[in-house]
T-cell receptor
Framework: GAGVSQSPSNKVTEKGKDVELRCDPI?????LYWYRQSLGQGLEFLIY????????KSGLPSDRFSAERTGGSVSTLTIQRTQQEDSAVYLC??????????????FGPGTRLLVL | AQKVTQAQTEISVVEKEDVTLDCVYE???????LFWYKQPPSGELVFLIR??????QNEISGRYSWNFQKSTSSFNFTITASQVVDSAVYFC?????????????FGSGTQLTVLP
């Protein structure tokens, strides 16, 4: 079946602009995760969703970052007033569920964001 | 707090050699899960294996094998008879049921280069 898909695959933006990154999880997966991969910080957890709710937003680096998920499926990560330090690869993952058992997270190809 | 250490930043071997990638983890949880992911040059994280803390059996899958030792908090990964296609960054990751979060804590990764 289809894996996790993300769009756009690459995004170049100017400092101060807002960007939206999209993630479409594997069909039937109720849990969705966002991570960021950058040279200096490695792979960092940002936020996860169980259904449409986000129990843990503590990984978001600043209030310029927000995410939503509607219909228990597609998720959008929004970065407002982008800064050069936001340049990174943003990875999305999904898993069948989170409660009671640790399911394997399957990752998408990522969105490579470059802030000029 | 959870932590994953991959002390080997880069490893280079010649094709057909065996290679072991080290992973040491820290967690206070008694129930946890360990993972290995492969990230080829294309960038997508590919799931390789998941182990839970109650299962210390070693596992073999083709040329891949994993050695889980709770006594030393290690989860090492061995590739037998390495091939050029094995060249990638390999990440070890840990997940523990701390609160409601199920995010993965990743090591910094080991860049494996297999030379022909």
């Amino acid at each position: 079946g289809a894996g996790v898909s993300q769009s756009p695959s690459n995004k170049v933006t100017e400092k101060g602009k807002d960007v939206e990154l999209r993630c479409d999880p594997i069909s039937g997966h109720t849990a969705l995760y966002w991570y960021r991969q950058s040279l200096g910080q490695g792979l960092e957890f940002l936020i996860y969703f169980q259904g449409n709710s986000a129990p843990d937003k503590s990984g978001l680096p600043s209030d310029r970052f927000s995410a939503e998920r509607t219909g228990g499926s597609v998720s959008t990560l929004t970065i407002q007033r982008t800064q050069q330090e936001d340049s990174a690869v943003y990875l999305c993952a999904s898993s069948l569920r989170t409660s009671g058992y640790q399911e394997t997270q399957y990752f998408g190809p990522g969105t490579r964001l470059l802030v000029l | 707090a959870q932590k994953v250490t991959q002390a080997q930043t880069e490893i280079s071997v010649v094709e057909k050699e065996d290679v072991t990638l080290d992973c040491v983890y820290e967690t206070r949880d008694t129930t946890y899960y360990l993972f290995w992911y492969k990230q080829p040059p294309s960038g997508e994280l590919v799931f390789l294996i998941r182990r839970n803390s109650f299962d210390e059996q070693n596992e073999i899958s083709g040329r891949y094998s994993w050695n889980f030792q709770k006594s030393t908090s290690s989860f090492n990964f061995t590739i037998t008879a390495s091939q050029v296609v094995d060249s990638a960054v390999y990440f070890c990751a840990l997940s523990a049921p701390a609160g409601s979060a199920r995010q993965l804590t990743f090591g910094s990764g080991t860049q494996l280069t297999v030379l022909p």
